[in-house]
């Protein structure tokens, strides 16, 4: 995540929680004063690290996508990959857009 540059930073004196390294500033002040907090260094280490996984929850497999040809319950749009077989007779299926706005 690139930020502006005119994003607000604060002076602290604080050590990295991981690898002890001097932090003079931060992008945001500190309120837990027992929290760990990490060096600029440590955090892209671990944003790499997860980033390297290929997903946002670390070792998790990529989920198994079924190809279907069924109508979206809401709108009647097609929908041909979906995340589970569907049952016949089962409840009814919508697109991405219709299920986002159920939930709303």
Same mark, same amino acid.
């Given at each position: 995540m690139?930020?502006?540059?005119? *994003?607000?930073?604060?002076?602290v004196?604080?050590?990295?929680?991981?690898?002890?390294?001097h932090i003079?500033?931060?992008?945001?002040?500190p309120?837990d004063? $027992?929290?760990? @907090?990490y060096?600029?260094?440590?955090?892209r280490?671990?944003?790499?690290? *997860?980033r390297d996984?290929?997903?946002?929850?670390?070792?998790?497999?990529?989920?198994?996508?079924? $190809? @279907?040809? @069924? $109508?979206?319950a809401?709108?009647?749009?097609? +929908?041909?990959r979906?995340?589970?077989?569907?049952?016949?007779?089962?409840?009814? +299926?919508?697109? +991405?857009?219709?299920?986002?706005?159920q939930r709303?």
């Open positions: 690139a930020f502006q540059q005119d *994003r607000q930073m604060y002076d004196d604080l050590t990295c929680g991981k690898c002890g390294a003079s500033q931060l992008p945001f002040q309120t004063p $027992d929290r760990k @907090v060096c600029a260094d440590c955090n280490e671990f944003r790499n690290s *997860r996984n290929n997903s946002r929850f670390g070792n998790r497999p990529q989920r198994q996508m079924y $190809d @279907v040809d @069924v $109508d979206c809401g709108c009647g749009t097609k +929908i041909t979906l995340p589970f077989m569907p049952k016949a007779g089962g409840k009814p +299926i919508f697109c +991405i857009d219709c299920l986002k706005k709303a």
